[in-house]
């Protein structure tokens, strides 16, 4: 799977979200915590993240964190590469769904 980072920026109110391209399947892969951080201006989207998993696992039997794709992006912190969580674009839209945040309308 060849792939291509791209960075987009001002997706959600002026703030970068990571991508990946997935050639193969023609596809892009978003970061999650770069898509939760946008939505809800947490301090600390990772652990977001994590509740939300934990809460749509017992709540909801959602499967949405079983087709997380750990994809390498690089951080906007140091540079370097480092296997972030990614969804398709399919399930991005469902985890903007999941997020309570007027951001998300």
Known sequence: ????????????????????????KEEYYFSVVDVIYALTDSNNPRNYWNMLKKRMTEDEKSELSTKCVQLKMKSKKDGKSYLTDTLDTKGILRLIESVPSSKAE
């Open 1 to 24: 799977m060849e792939n291509k980072l791209e960075t987009i920026s001002n997706l959600f109110q002026g703030n970068e979200i990571r991508s990946v391209w997935d050639s193969e």
